[in-house]
């Protein structure tokens, strides 16, 4: 396994522009002190922590941010030089992997987001050429005109700020692609045709997974007619994708401009309105941890200001509860109750979340790897199989990284049957593409190639998932 090493020029070198984080929606007015005195903020730490004695729990309850890598049997933490201390504090024995300046502080260009009133621009971008939530939902809007016969929009529900009647927040957006039919891409679960969903930036830093579902979108709807393979699976396949699973959390990463703002969680401030402004200490929620499957039970922490905070209580937050409400309405329930229930052989439908960047494909049960779910063959055979496309590790979370509850993989296998898995996309490879924010040219040069073979592999194999050998 690679050494993990987090180059200066990096993702993780936005870490530092998290120290002027821009939440003044929180109405605390030292925050808001905070982010109008401060263009620079102080260096960012990455430490190393061995995990041998099982202290990946530990880290989590006492409010580290666990960055999702692993070494071995260390872990990485991400925080300020004092967050040393904190760490001795605690009883672990930290050493500095690197140390990363903090760079200035560039905004996106004026303008008002999510504006009725002034039209999205699909060339709307941050950070070298990332889409903002804008641009994302105008290529939603491009895309649907452009091939009627092949693409249908769908709103499923409203962000945490858009239903509390927020400035900034935003629809929740899926978009289905395939050659339509009659009854194609209805909000019905009993469907003709099977269906392959993939979905990012549920953790809205890891902005890697938002560039391949745009890549992915036009891929499919470019594609048709004339490669065999897209117009095969247009064909025979509905293809759904949620580019923005957490359109506040983005807002707030993309008003950093070059330096984006390294927020995780949505914008829900309500458990914890006297967070900091930082990486280290933020509002929110983790909604890959907040689903009511198996929720609170590994790899969170109760403190609202934790990165791995999983909420009040088992989806308790709106993003979650209407993204659940659309797989409803995608996917049949056919698996019995129990974590030893097996989905039906011929369960159809595959389910992929995407994040970000520990080069490794993870399949049900994230929440203890020491349960196996009762389709694991099936399950491991093609997380094996997108492994070896993509060169990444495969395996439960517990086994390869770390055990994680209540995230959407664990939630549409446990009560739906969905074959479903998250795809850590990183660069194990020493190119220069680690982190939460590689630089923009790492997306077409590398994430791209790799992640194309993988989703067109998954999406082959939605109508028979679990005779996958």
Request: aromatic content about 10%; some cysteine; charged content about 20%.
């Amino acid at each position: 396994m690679r050494k993990y090493r987090i180059p200066i020029s990096g993702a993780i070198t936005a870490a530092a522009a998290a120290a002027i984080l821009l939440v003044p929606q929180l109405g605390s007015a030292t925050n808001v002190a905070a982010v109008n005195g401060a263009q620079t903020g102080d260096p960012s730490y990455v430490y190393r922590i061995d995990s041998s004695a099982g202290q990946s729990e530990k880290l989590f309850a006492d409010g580290f941010d666990v960055l999702e890598q692993r070494d071995g049997k260390d872990l990485f933490v991400l925080g300020t030089k004092g967050d040393g201390d904190r760490l001795r504090g605690f009883g672990f024995s930290p050493t500095v992997e690197s140390v990363l300046p903090a760079p200035q502080w560039a905004p996106v260009p004026k303008r008002a987001d999510n504006d009725p009133l002034v039209p999205a621009d699909v060339n709307e971008t941050y950070d070298g050429g990332y889409h903002t939530v804008n641009a994302q939902y105008a290529h939603l809007d491009q895309v649907a005109t452009q091939h009627p016969d092949l693409a249908t929009n769908v709103t499923y529900g409203k962000s945490w700020r858009k239903n509390r009647g927020l400035t900034g927040g935003y629809d929740l957006r899926a978009i289905c692609i395939t050659k339509k039919k009659s009854g194609d891409c209805a909000l019905n679960p009993n469907s003709a045709k099977p269906r392959f969903f993939l979905m990012s930036q549920i953790h809205a830093r890891e902005i890697t997974t938002g560039d391949v579902s745009w890549r992915w979108i036009d891929y499919l709807v470019n594609g048709y007619g004339t490669d065999s393979t897209v117009t095969s699976l247009l064909n025979s396949t509905e293809l759904w994708v949620v580019p923005i699973a957490n359109p506040d959390g983005v807002d707030i990463v993309q008003k950093g401009g070059n330096s984006p703002i390294l927020q995780r969680k949505n914008a829900d401030y309500l458990n914890g309105n006297n967070c900091g402004v930082s990486a280290y200490s933020q509002a929110g929620v983790d909604l890959n941890r907040n689903t009511g499957s198996h929720w609170d039970t590994s790899g969170i922490s109760h403190d609202p200001c934790s990165q791995v905070y999983d909420g009040p209580r088992s989806d308790s937050e709106i993003e979650n509860t209407a993204l659940e409400g659309l797989f409803r309405n995608l996917y049949p329930a056919v698996r019995g109750s129990g974590n030893s229930a097996p989905a039906p052989p011929d369960t159809k439908g595959v389910m992929i979340t995407m994040h970000s960047d520990a080069s490794m494909v993870l399949f049900p049960w994230e929440y203890d790897y020491t349960v196996h779910t009762g389709n694991d063959a099936a399950l491991r055979a093609m997380g094996k199989a997108m492994g070896s496309i993509t060169g990444y590790q495969y395996g439960q979370a517990g086994e390869i990284l770390y055990n994680a509850s209540g995230g959407t993989d664990d939630w549409t296998y446990d009560k739906l049957g969905v074959a479903s898995f998250t795809i850590e996309v990183g660069d194990n490879t020493g190119r220069g593409c680690s982190g939460f924010t590689p630089r923009f040219s790492c997306q077409a040069s590398f994430f791209w190639p790799k992640m194309k073979p993988a989703l067109v592999y998954a999406a082959q194999h939605a109508l028979t998932p679990y005779r996958t050998k």
